[in-house]
């Protein structure tokens, strides 16, 4: 599988993507995380290259900066979130404004409109969320980040060859399945992954509800379990 592209779902909004020499990690909530517990996942088991942050929500800031300051990864944030992770000591902090792109050693990031709030958990404003679009051997993965359904994403799909699509599924923070899978209508991927759902009693869904429809579509649907992974091909 040398030139695969690997996905690791590490519970909640955190993912893994694999790629050659490098190792892209978005959202690290680890720990705190009870998914990413249950399946025993750890921290400072992460050696990521590049850390993808698409809002300062303590659920998705989590262990960034534990993680950037013991691997030496660079950050990839929005203004604000890479303002306050600079203030905090990280030096290899990369910002972005949303709409915006930057070419990057592995490929291309672009942060995408998300309809949602920033905070840290300090109460720090960390200016506006963001989904990611990333380009990574020669296929194009879309992280919507926290948000709600937008017809925004109906653009993405229209101007971008987006490969795999994640989206939260857990209602009351964010989308629920229903919208989810008219997100994945929009965006139009050939497959799509639910995310941020059945971390706490608040955000329960059924990925397979979300699987349902978007084979309903003609797609396919990833719906792995923390830590479990799956392969996509590089082009």
Not at 18 to 24: K, R
Request: charged fraction near 20%; aromatic fraction near 8%; glycine fraction near 10%.
């Amino acid at each position: 599988m040398s030139n695969d592209i690997r996905l690791t779902f590490l519970g909640h909004s955190a993912f893994t993507i694999e790629y050659g020499e490098w190792s892209l990690l978005i959202d690290p909530f680890i720990t705190g995380n009870p998914s990413a517990e249950s399946a025993s996942i750890k921290s400072d088991t992460l050696n990521p290259t590049h850390i993808i942050l698409t809002h300062g929500h303590g659920d998705h800031l989590g262990d960034t900066m534990e993680i950037a300051r013991r691997t030496g990864a660079e950050v990839i944030a929005t203004f604000e979130c890479a303002n306050y992770l600079k203030a905090n000591g990280l030096e290899s902090v990369a910002d972005l404004g949303i709409g915006g792109g930057r070419n990057f050693s592995f490929g291309r990031v672009k942060f995408t409109i998300a309809h949602h709030s920033s905070s840290a958990p300090d109460g720090t404003y960390m200016g506006n969320p963001a989904g990611a679009l990333i380009d990574i051997g020669g296929k194009t993965i879309y992280h919507a980040g926290d948000t709600a359904l937008t017809l925004d994403m109906k653009l993405l799909g229209e101007m971008y060859d987006v490969h795999v699509a994640i989206f939260p599924i857990g209602d009351n923070y964010t989308m629920d399945v229903r919208d989810a899978i008219k997100a994945v209508e929009f965006v139009d991927s050939a497959v799509a992954v639910p995310m941020h759902y059945n971390t706490f009693p608040v955000i329960q869904a059924d990925p397979e509800e979300f699987r349902a429809g978007v084979e309903g579509l003609g797609k396919k649907a990833e719906t792995p379990a923390p830590g479990e992974s799956f392969f996509i091909s590089a082009e």
